[in-house]
C-alpha cells in the first residue's frame, strides 16, 4: 500500500508524456504534410481560387491548341503564391496546354518541315511532299512553339509543360499521326530545355495515341492521371501504370467543390 502513490504518479506521468510525444508527432506529421495541389484555367476566369496550394498547374489555352487563356497572367500570379513543396516532387508552378490533331481540317495545317524560320528535322519525313504524319509532327512542333513564344509566358523553359490529351479536343482515326503530334510538341519543349509531361485517362489515351513504342520520345514522361472523384481515389491511382512504356504516375486528379485537385505520388 505504501508503494501505491508513487505507481499511480509514475503512471500519471508516463502516460502525460506518451500523449504529449503523441500529440508533437501528430502535429508534424499534419506540419509536414504538402496537402493537394491546385490546375486552373479559362473556366476559372474571375472565380476566386484557395490561397497558397501546395504547389499549382496553370492551363495556357483557351480550350484549343490554337488559342490564349484569357486569365493567363492574372492565374499565374495567383499560382506564384504557391507554396514550395519541399515534400513533393512537383515544381511549385507548372503548366498544361490543349493538344490535338485537326488534319486538313483546322484553320492551319503546315506545309513545310520549317516554322518560324525554323528548319526541324522531322522523324517522319518531309511535310512538304505530302507525308501526314510528317505534317502532324510539325503541326505539334508549332503548336508548342506559339504555346512557349507567343501566349505571354515568360521563361517558358523553366517550366514543366503537360500535353492534355483528351478526346474532346479534334483527333484523327490514325493513332500514329496522333502520337507524330505529341512527340512534335515534346520535341520543341525540349529543344529549349523545358521538361514535359502527359496528361490523360488510360481509356483516352487509348482511343487517341494507343500503345506507344519504346523507342518514342513520349515514352517514359511522367505521367498525371485524371478521373478520380475524390482524394483517396487520387492516391490510390499513383499505383496505376504511366501512359506510356517507362512512365511513372507522378501525380494524379480529382474533383472536389468545383475546383480541379492534384494528388502528388512522390
Known amino acids: 500500500m505504501p508503494n501505491s502513490l508513487p505507481r499511480i504518479v509514475l503512471a500519471f506521468v508516463v502516460t502525460l508524456c506518451l500523449v ?6 501528430a502535429s508534424a506529421a499534419t506540419a509536414t504534410s504538402p496537402g493537394p495541389g491546385i490546375d ?3 473556366p476559372q476566369c474571375g472565380k476566386t481560387l484557395p490561397k497558397q496550394p501546395a504547389f499549382a498547374v496553370v492551363g495556357v489555352n483557351y480550350g484549343l491548341a490554337n ?3 484569357p486569365c493567363l497572367a ?15 516532387s512537383q515544381p511549385r508552378v507548372a503548366l498544361y496546354v490543349n493538344t490535338a490533331n485537326p488534319g486538313l481540317k483546322g484553320s492551319w ?23 501526314f504524319k510528317a505534317c ?11 504555346d512557349a513564344r507567343r501566349r505571354g509566358v515568360s ?6 509543360w503537360w500535353l492534355d490529351v483528351e478526346t474532346e479536343n479534334t483527333w484523327q482515326a490514325d493513332k500514329a499521326a496522333n502520337v507524330a503530334v505529341l512527340e512534335g510538341m515534346t520535341a520543341y519543349f525540349k529543344r529549349i530545355g523545358a521538361r514535359v509531361g502527359l496528361y490523360s485517362t488510360a481509356y483516352q489515351w487509348g482511343r487517341i495515341a494507343g500503345a506507344v513504342k519504346f523507342t518514342s520520345p513520349l515514352a517514359g514522361l511522367p505521367s498525371w492521371l485524371a478521373g478520380a472523384g475524390s482524394a483517396a481515389g487520387a492516391k490510390k491511382n499513383c499505383a496505376l501504370p504511366g501512359l506510356t512504356p517507362g512512365s511513372r504516375v507522378s501525380m494524379t486528379q480529382y474533383i472536389s467543390g468545383g475546383l480541379d485537385y492534384n494528388y502528388s505520388c512522390s
Open 20 to 25: 504529449f510525444l503523441g500529440g508533437g508527432a
Open 40 to 42: 486552373v484555367s479559362w
Open 67 to 69: 488559342n490564349t487563356n
Open 74 to 88: 492574372s492565374q499565374l500570379a495567383w499560382a506564384n503564391t504557391a507554396k514550395s513543396p519541399a515534400a513533393t
Open 109 to 131: 495545317w503546315p506545309k513545310s518541315n520549317t516554322y518560324n524560320g525554323v528548319k526541324v528535322t522531322n522523324p517522319y519525313g518531309n511535310c512538304a511532299l505530302g507525308s
Open 136 to 146: 502532324s509532327y510539325m503541326y505539334g512542333w508549332a503548336k508548342a512553339s506559339d
Open 155 to 160: 521563361n517558358p523553359q523553366t517550366y514543366l
